[in-house]
């Protein structure tokens, strides 16, 4: 199992950056971030969310190292956006009557 600096160090060679330019993004020194992806260093909470945001991945696949959505969690997804939207056009369906039968009712 990959430990959190190592999950870190993919995420910024994902991006391109070398050491010294990621440490730079989170205005910290080269030695320091250099001992968060070698895990000599502790990483406390507000650490990993700035790490999270400037290298704009989730804070969970910083620390599993796994994507968040995986292929069946994207299908299930698409899935549920397919049902909302079956279920707005229901509820526009229903709104349309009501305003005709408030229509018919001179209200």
Known sequence: MKSIGDNIKQS??????SQADAAKKLNISTPAFCKIETGQTDLNIS?????S?????????????QSVISDSSEEELLALKKELI??????NKLRK????LYDKLGI
């Not at 079956?86 to 509820?91: C, R």
């Not at 009557?97 to 005709?100: C, Q, S, T």
């Open 97 to 100: 009557k009501v305003i005709d």
């Open 86 to 91: 079956e279920k707005e056009e229901e509820i």
């Open 12 to 17: 910024r060679l994902a991006l391109g950056l």
């Open 47 to 51: 650490r990993l969310l700035q790490i």
């Open 53 to 65: 945001r400037t290298f704009k991945v989730p804070v969970m696949q910083l620390i599993s190292g």
